[in-house]
């Protein structure tokens, strides 16, 4: 059974730092595009990172740029968020979700909710003081 399973969230105070993890049960991380996305309460989910498959391709939100970073283990079975410099409006939901579609067009309109086909149960972010 193809799953996605996230892990490293937790409560951090603003500044401070965390690592979200995404590993791959049942299968290899082989996808088109992979990467993470959030929903704060009350808010739409948002596509916080995404990468391509060849890694030759990156997004990222424009409240996270410079903050966050995607990167995948050299196992490519597992795929990461460094979270630095978090501030209390990142709290958040975080899930990992993947994509098998040959989407044509910018990372940008890569990284959509809507395009993913697997994706996990998510983990929790909050960030306070």
């Known amino acids: 059974q193809l799953q996605l399973v996230e892990s490293g969230g937790g409560l951090v105070q603003p500044g401070g730092s965390l690592r979200l993890s995404c590993a791959a049960s049942g299968f290899t991380l082989d996808f088109n595009t992979i990467g993470w996305f959030r929903q704060a309460p009350g808010k739409e989910r948002e596509g916080v990172s995404c990468v391509s498959s060849t890694g030759g391709g990156y997004y990222y939100a424009d409240s996270v740029k410079g903050r966050f970073t995607i990167f995948r283990a050299n196992t490519n079975n597992t795929v990461f968020l460094q979270m630095n410099s978090l501030k209390p409006e990142d709290t958040a939901d975080y899930y990992c979700?993947?994509?098998?579609?040959?989407?044509?067009?910018?990372?940008?309109?890569?990284?959509?909710?809507?395009?993913?086909?697997?994706w996990g149960k998510g983990t929790l972010v909050t960030v306070s003081s």
């Open positions: 979700a993947a994509s098998n579609r040959r989407l044509i067009g910018t990372m940008s309109r890569k990284c959509a909710w809507g395009y993913m086909d697997y």
